[in-house]
Nanobody
């Protein structure tokens, strides 16, 4: 059974940085891509970034590409999200997600069958 476990969330002041991790364990299949989504209270789940497993090609949501960096350590089966210059509006539960197939749309949550339980990031003003 595949498990995705996020860590690294917490409380951070506006302007600060945070790095999230997501470890994939269990039966590892041939991943095509892994990514990050986030969901703020009362809002829909929002695409943050995705990276392909073999080539490391990254795709970002336009609003986050200047502040966030996604990376992947294949040897450790670990996905990262480096977040800089954080703003209160970045407050959300951050989820990692994975797929074994090329998504029809990178930013559509429906295309990712595997999900972690989420980690809370709170940015104080």
């Amino acid at each position: 059974q595949v498990q995705l476990v996020e860590s690294g969330g917490g409380l951070v002041q506006a302007g600060g940085s945070q790095r999230l991790s997501c470890v994939v364990s269990g039966h590892t299949t041939n991943w095509y891509a892994m990514g990050w989504f986030r969901q703020a209270p009362g809002k829909e789940r929002e695409f943050v970034a995705v990276i392909t497993w073999r080539t490391g090609t990254a795709v970002y949501a336009d609003s986050m590409k200047d502040r966030f960096t996604i990376s992947l350590d294949n040897a450790k089966n670990t996905l990262y999200l480096q977040m800089n210059s954080l703003k209160p509006e970045d407050t959300a539960v951050y989820y990692c997600a994975a797929t074994t197939r090329l998504p029809t749309v990178w930013g559509l949550a429906y295309n990712y069958p595997y999900w972690g339980q989420g980690t809370q990031v709170t940015v104080s003003s």
